[in-house]
């Protein structure tokens, strides 16, 4: 007969007394301490599922990324929609008025907010784009946002003031799509000499055509479309809303 409260006390380290021979070194090769190639081991494999683990994660949080921009755009696109049913006109990019000193600019996204058809858009300086509704999530991680900046996005030169009745493909033409990027500007307007830079995924990388980009057209469609597909002529219908 042996106490179980005896043989507890010693299961690892020294041999508890009453128990067998047999059964001592049975317990104490249970409980030996892991070797160094053991440890390696298991390093190993920790490290081999951390690298699996994280390139799946950072795809899934880009995938949530790309839609949280594809529904600003939406967004956008139904806002500019509405101004341009109302007006006629395509609003355009910077509205000025007066002279000299006595001038005042509103860009369009001003003109929007004004018009009652999107929340107050404030610089990425002021608020590191909490106003999440005018930044792209993918965007501000290639690029940190000028100070000057309301927005992320673009709006397409040649849409900016036109009137709506020129355009015959509504489904075909871009009118706002994540934007393009200048050294101490920011985001801007986007045109076939100026082309989108907030790609997806996100990269520094303004000449990495393979990335995509996500384009608004104007019957408020959003379309994710690789760099390389974005025409480069002036003429396009993609730039024009003209066949």
Known sequence: MFHIGHASSGICGSSPRGLSTMFRGTIWRTCRAFTLVELLVVIAIV??????AIPAIGRAQESSNRAKCISNLKGLGQSLNTY????????VILETSGRGSGSSSKPWTTLLVEAGLAPTATAYSVNQGKNSFWYCPSAMKSQTPAGINATTYAYSASAGGIPVARVSSASKMALIMDGSWSSGVGFGS????LMPYCCHPPTRNTNDSSASVNICFVDAHVETRKKSEIPTSATNVFWTGQN
């Open 47 to 52: 490290g081999l599922l951390a690298g699996l």
């Open 84 to 91: 341009i049913t109302d007006s006629g006109m395509f609003p």
């Open 190 to 193: 986007v045109a076939s000499t």
